[in-house]
C-alpha cells in the first residue's frame, strides 16, 4: 500500500479565485468603457473639425466674393467721380455766355450782325 505523504500544495480559496475573476472582468468592462467613450469623443471631434473647416472654407470663400464685389464698385465709384467731374465742368461751361457763343457759331452755324461765316471743306489729311 502506498501512503499518503501530506501535500505541500494548498487549494486556494474558491470564494477568493471568483473574487479575482470578477476584479478581472470588471476592470474589462471599465476598459471596454474607456475605450468606447475615447472613440466617441474621437468622433464628436472630428466632426467638430470638419464642420469649423467647412465654415471657415465658406466664410473665406464669401470674403472673397465680397472683397472682388469691393474692388468692382470702387471702379464703378471711380467711373461715377470722373462722370460728376465732367457734368460740373459742363455746367460751369453752359453757363458761360462767351462757350454758348462758340457752340452757336460751332454747330448751328449762327454769326453776330456783321459777321460772315465761312466753312472750310474738310480735308483729307484730317
Given at each position: 500500500m502506498?501512503?499518503?505523504?501530506?501535500?505541500?500544495?494548498?487549494?486556494?480559496?474558491?470564494?477568493?479565485?471568483q473574487?479575482?475573476?470578477?476584479?478581472?472582468?470588471?476592470?474589462?468592462?471599465?476598459r471596454r468603457?474607456?475605450?468606447?467613450?475615447?472613440?466617441?469623443?474621437?468622433?464628436?471631434?472630428v466632426?467638430?473639425?470638419?464642420?469649423?473647416?467647412?465654415?471657415?472654407?465658406?466664410?473665406?470663400?464669401?470674403?472673397?466674393?465680397?472683397?472682388?464685389?469691393?474692388?468692382?464698385?470702387?471702379?464703378?465709384?471711380?467711373?461715377?467721380?470722373?462722370?460728376?467731374?465732367f457734368?460740373?465742368?459742363?455746367?460751369?461751361?453752359?453757363?458761360?455766355?462767351?462757350?454758348?457763343?462758340?457752340?452757336?457759331?460751332?454747330?448751328?452755324?449762327?454769326?453776330?450782325p456783321?459777321?460772315?461765316?465761312?466753312?472750310?471743306?474738310?480735308?483729307s489729311?484730317?
Amino acid at each position: 500500500m502506498v501512503k499518503k505523504q501530506p501535500s505541500r500544495i494548498r487549494e486556494i480559496d474558491s470564494q477568493y479565485i471568483q473574487q479575482h475573476e470578477q476584479n478581472l472582468e470588471m476592470q474589462k468592462r471599465k476598459r471596454r468603457g474607456l475605450v468606447r467613450r475615447l472613440v466617441a469623443i474621437g468622433i464628436v471631434s472630428v466632426l467638430l473639425c470638419v464642420f469649423a473647416f467647412m465654415t471657415l472654407q465658406t466664410q473665406a470663400k464669401m470674403l472673397e466674393d465680397i472683397q472682388q464685389e469691393k474692388i468692382a464698385l470702387e471702379q464703378k465709384l471711380d467711373e461715377l467721380h470722373a462722370e460728376q467731374e465732367f457734368l460740373e465742368q459742363e455746367i460751369k461751361n453752359y453757363n458761360d455766355e462767351e462757350f454758348i457763343a462758340e457752340i452757336a457759331r460751332r454747330d448751328y452755324y449762327m454769326t453776330k450782325p456783321g459777321e460772315t461765316l465761312f466753312k472750310l471743306p474738310k480735308s483729307s489729311s484730317d
